[in-house]
């Protein structure tokens, strides 16, 4: 049921002034904007500045029943962003200031619309650096955090979950929840920071978070191994992986997305599958980590594993695999992408991207696949005319058949996009119909009015 939000944004209009807007440009690009889902605009916009501001803008919002949809820079890819019941997008991007960083603790304390960038910057000069690096270079930490995001640091330093000490969230009723302190360890409590990590916005609207801080490598060495066949990279990955070699990344791109990445980013890379592994330690650590992997990798039909360590060199290669989407974007001009994840067991690595490659094949698709597959998430990236109505049903039944492999192996029907509304059909799948309803139960038991992005991960809370 859709609410008339007039009075509603008549109040924020009074409150914010200027920081309230209605314009039809303003709340398109408040929408969905990356992926193949249908963009649902909010009604309104509205910035706020402090922890306060938005206490007032759930305020108002519960007395009227309008919805709230938190926004970060919009860089979901299932549709978390969409208002498929209008509402309000509260835009928490201006909320960009660094609280404190404690180097001796290794830790900081950020507002929401902080990115890794600006704070990487920030403390750079302190030998420290934030680990989670998703790809999308403005995404912002609050977002981060509401989508459980990970990347391709994820191998070695974990996800927003495990980075995120504790966080500062605004609940539906207007009270402000903090989950934790700075303390490395606690047994106090339910574990109310996890509940919030990867909520999507439907709990509660994150505003401030406590993150740990890793020191900056002695020494990071970058590699470019192509290989002679898809599965020969996967089974070096898992043989690196039984071996506790330690890597902090190895990111996986297929021989059709080297082309897309040579193409758009203008290199000159052997269009083969490709690792792209990144080590990093004290000296001595990471020759002999180097040593090791390059031996897996030639064992495994490596045809060269060309190394860096300088900065430059890094920067372009990471560069490269972070620019997969928009490359596959700028090699299929008109056409869709769409993006979509799954994780398995890496000892399932190999067999699933094969089956799945043979799937592309045998539906007569174009659906480059990329991946931080050191910890067994792969993406594919689908290109589609979407007016096709023919194309587009083909491409939705690969991507449910992907899924279900990726079930049927142990795995989870998204690594790290998050479910909001493009696998919601999967939960009950995964998790089990119970797990869904204990979830739906405490949905409903923090958010009885159901105004905090609604229709995402668990439904309208409606029934539906």
Sequence with gaps: MRIDPGAAIAEFAALFGERVQTGEAVRRAHANTLTWIAAEPPDAVVWPLTTEEVVQIVRVA?????????????TSLEGQVNAPRGGISVDLSRMTRILSVSPSDLDCVVEAGVTRPSLNAHIRDLGLFFSVDPGAADATLGGMAATRASGTNAMRYGTMRDNVLSLKAVMANGDVVVTGGRARKSAAGLDLTRLLIGSEGTLGIITELTLKLNPIPARIIAMACPFSSLGGACDATIEATECGLGLARVELLDALQIRAVNFHSKLSLPEQPHLFVEIAGGEAATEEQLRDFREIALRNGAMACDWADGEEGRRTLWRARHDAFWA????????????SDVCVPVSELARCVLETVADIEASGLTAPIVGHVGDGNFHVLPVVDVESTAELARVRAFLDRLVMR????????????????????YLARELGAPAVETMRAIKSALDPFQILNPCKMLGDGLGN
């Design 62 to 74: 519960a007395g009227h029943r309008v919805p709230l949809v938190p926004f970060g820079a919009g």
């Design 406 to 425: 990726a079930l049927d192996m142990g795995g989870t029907c998204t690594g790290e996009h998050g479910v909001g509304q493009g696998k919601m059909a």
């Design 328 to 339: 596959v974007k700028t090699m299929w001009p008109g056409k869709s992408v769409i993006a």
